[in-house]
């Protein structure tokens, strides 16, 4: 038995198995007393004082989050002092709760915040990961909220690859970083950005009809056109293409968990055909046709979507 199932009520008890687990390798005796002995809920001649055994409790909890919290394992730390907090409440008196403890706490309720942003960001670029975005797209088609319906824009640099051979890495990582901010730039409420992978990012887009995720796709367009990239670097020129697809709200509200990954795809076809009809263009459907929007939609050429994604 390991060392934290001895502790009694209200200990958490980590797997066994768990790698990290700071009570690996480390064995104790099995306990000799029951883990509910009396001596935890009786109290002394005063009513007032809490048994010593829930105040030793109290202390190792402490003492395991701290430790918990020195490897970084946030969650397991922070319910050790939930569980300190909640022998205290047990008490007949109010307890006095030490102003230390709450600032324990609430650092460590910070820290483990803190991760689960990290957790769901790129590193590179701070926007949303593909991690986040296949959770969030669920979610958006289960709430059924998206009055309008909901967009879905799959951005891709034109001739990224150019950029890096031409300026370097170096040039070629403050791009993408330079591109999000701009592609983040008047989103909806709810709207968010994602790296898809590479240089490829997606704009989701909820609540919206098709008209107006048009207009937001085309507006993010012309902004990155129309940075001064020589800033950067003398030379540099960045334009992007952009793959839209949209559901009406019935649909969303119909579609299955599946759905996301049909409207990725339906977006990606619709990159393809914006790279097909000369890049630096918006491409969605209406009626079943592809269509350019803004200043591309005078271009002669429009391929057709695919029906299968790149």
């Not at 324990?104 to 986040?132: F, G, P």
Request: proline share 6%; with cysteine; glycine share 8%.
């Amino acid at each position: 038995m390991t060392a934290v199932a001895v502790l009694g009520r209200g200990v958490a008890k980590p797997d066994p198995d768990q790698r990290d687990s700071p009570w690996r390798d480390h064995r104790v005796s099995e306990p000799t007393v029951p883990l509910r002995h009396p001596a935890i809920t009786e109290r002394g001649e005063n009513p007032e004082d809490p048994p010593a055994d829930t105040a030793n409790l109290v202390s190792l909890h402490e003492s395991i989050a701290a430790l918990l919290a020195s490897r970084g394992q946030y969650r397991q730390a922070y319910q050790h002092l939930r569980s300190a907090l909640d022998l205290m409440s047990e008490m007949s008196a109010p307890p006095q709760i030490p102003e230390q403890f709450r600032r324990e706490v609430d650092r460590l309720r910070r820290e483990h915040a803190e991760a689960h942003e990290q957790s769901i960001r790129d590193s590179l670029t701070a926007s949303y990961n593909r991690r986040y975005l296949d959770q969030r797209l669920v979610d958006l088609v289960a709430e059924q909220g998206t009055a309008d319906g909901l967009g879905v824009a799959l951005v891709d640099l034109d001739w990224f690859k150019q950029v890096n051979d031409t300026f370097g890495h170096l040039v070629g990582d403050r791009v993408l970083q330079r591109v999000v901010e701009l592609l983040q730039d008047g989103l909806p409420e709810g709207g968010f950005c994602a790296r898809y992978g590479g240089e490829e990012f997606v704009l989701v887009l909820p609540g919206v009809d098709r008209a107006t995720a048009v207009d937001i796709a085309e507006a993010a367009r012309g902004r990155v056109e129309r940075y001064p990239w020589s800033s950067l670097v003398l030379g540099l020129r960045v334009t992007v293409s952009i793959g839209l697809a949209h559901e009406p709200a019935i649909r969303v509200a119909d579609n299955t968990p599946a759905a996301p990954e049909r409207q990725l795809r339906e977006a990606d076809a619709l990159l393809y055909t914006a790279k097909q009809s000369g890049r630096n263009a918006v491409a969605y459907l209406l009626e079943g046709t592809a269509h350019l929007a803004g200043a591309a939609a005078g271009r002669r050429a429009i391929a057709t979507p695919r029906a299968s994604a790149r």
